[in-house]
T-cell receptor, first 112, second 112 residues
């Protein structure tokens, strides 16, 4: 069964204090791994797609990396506006429906 | 703006009632996914439609049903509502490749 586990559940950082969020996954065959940002009461906002081990994507202060078993979302010198819940999701090649399996997220708070 | 439109944004109804949530996917997207997000819970996959046909089913209750119309908009019908059905309901759409889902802003359902 496809599984996605994110850690930590919650993370508090001082402004400028870099850190990483982890997403461990188990799928029969990885079609894609996705990172989303979700603000309270809002829909998830797409950030990155990673398809194969070794791939990296960057956007402003965020950088996503992928290995065969996990993905990291690195946040460099975060700002208060980066506070949100970050969600990881996977798609399994063997599922005809291509549904997305989501982790429960990491709630990030950046303190000024 | 993701391009995915959900209506209504908020819905308050009584137990035992029936409601319909509506989703318009991004222009050109054929696939629509429905997710439920309860307080402090992750995104739970309910059902997926592709070009009018059901493609995959997740943890969708028998009291819930959905359909996708020829113009590709989708409706999620929730009946015999219970207090536990109170949640955020999101729809998402994907393009031809079936990856990179874009989410609407959700419908917040409150059952009283």
């Amino acid at each position: 069964e496809d599984q996605v586990t994110q850690s930590p559940e919650a993370l508090r950082l001082q402004e400028g204090e870099s850190s990483s969020l982890n997403c461990s996954y188990t799928v029969s065959g990885l079609r894609g791994l996705f990172w989303y940002r979700q603000d309270p009461g809002k829909g998830p906002e797409f950030l990155f797609t990673l398809y194969s081990a070794g791939e990296e994507k960057e956007k402003e202060r965020l950088k996503a990396t992928l290995t065969k078993k996990e993905s990291f979302l690195h946040i460099t010198a975060p700002k208060p506006e980066d506070s949100a819940t970050y969600l990881c999701a996977v798609q399994d090649l063997t599922n005809t429906g291509n549904q997305f399996y989501f982790g429960t997220g990491t709630s990030l708070t950046v303190i000024p | 703006d993701s391009g995915v439109t959900q209506t209504p944004k908020h819905l308050i109804t009584a137990t035992g009632q029936r409601v319909t949530l509506r989703c318009s996917p991004r222009s050109g997207d054929l696939s629509v996914y429905w997710y439920q997000q309860s307080l402090d819970q992750g995104l739970q996959f309910l059902i997926q439609y592709y070009n009018g046909e059901e493609r995959a089913k997740g943890n969708i209750l028998e009291r819930f049903s959905a359909q996708q119309f020829p113009d590709l908009h989708s409706e999620l019908n929730l009946s015999s509502l219970e207090l536990g059905d109170s949640a955020l309901y999101f729809c998402a759409s994907t393009g031809p490749q079936g990856t990179e889902a874009f989410f609407g802003q959700g419908t917040r359902l409150t059952v009283v």
